[in-house]
């Protein structure tokens, strides 16, 4: 049996990117996600600010890795 599942275009768009930079399918994606939900055991954090606010972060910290990330990935 199988189902079908909306997404709007930004979503399907993000989806084909991940998929495109690990030379996959988007269908491939979400099958190791499921695999990935499946195995799951305790919360999921699908952002990492979420996961900073569950180990406690404040605004104030989650603004400083931020900027942190953004120069990384502009001196790479």
Do not use: C, N
Not at 28 to 35: A, G, K, S
């Amino acid at each position: 049996m199988s189902h079908t599942i909306e997404l709007t275009d930004d979503q399907y768009a993000t989806l084909e990117a991940v998929a495109s930079r690990e030379g996959a399918t988007p269908e491939h994606v979400i099958e190791r996600f499921m695999d990935a939900l499946s195995q799951t055991r305790g919360p999921i954090y699908f952002t990492d600010e979420e996961l900073l606010r569950a180990l406690g972060a404040d605004d104030e910290e989650i603004a400083e890795l931020a900027k942190l990330e953004w120069q990384t990935d502009a001196d790479e």
